[in-house]
Nanobody, 114 residues
Framework: VQLQASGEAWCRRGGFLKLPCAAFGIIFRLSPMSWYRQAPGKERELVATISTTASTDYVDSVKGRFTISRDNAKNTVCLQMDSLKVEDAAVYYC?????????WGKGTQVTVSS
């Protein structure tokens, strides 16, 4: 299983970014997908998740600003991030699981300048 995302992204405060993650080696339409992030000195936190039926959930700090979506035809999950704040800067990780097995992308460094 491979989850491929871009290595880094940069944006100014108040701007927007879209992070894609392509999945290989899984039955994508049957796989729940998530985005996590980890800022320096902080624990990794779940940012957004999308189920196999496309229901979504978000951490409170990004509700109304971030949107997770999936394209089952392209085996891709995206995280649209609007109205970015400096505190959104972190390494963002794409994630999926099957039973007790879990897979992670390598991480996308997101930098938000003030």
């Amino acid at each position: 299983v491979q989850l491929q995302a871009s290595g880094e992204a940069w944006c100014r405060r108040g701007g927007f970014l879209k992070l894609p993650c392509a999945a290989f080696g899984i039955i994508f339409r049957l796989s729940p997908m998530s985005w996590y992030r980890q800022a320096p000195g902080k624990e990794r936190e779940l940012v957004a998740t999308i189920s196999t039926t496309a229901s979504t959930d978000y951490v409170d700090s990004v509700k109304g600003r971030f949107t997770i979506s999936r394209d089952n035809a392209k085996n891709t999950v995206c995280l649209q991030m609007d109205s970015l704040k400096v505190e959104d800067a972190a390494v963002y990780y794409c994630n999926t699981f099957l039973g007790r097995r879990e897979w992670w992308g390598k991480g996308t460094q997101v930098t938000v300048s003030s």
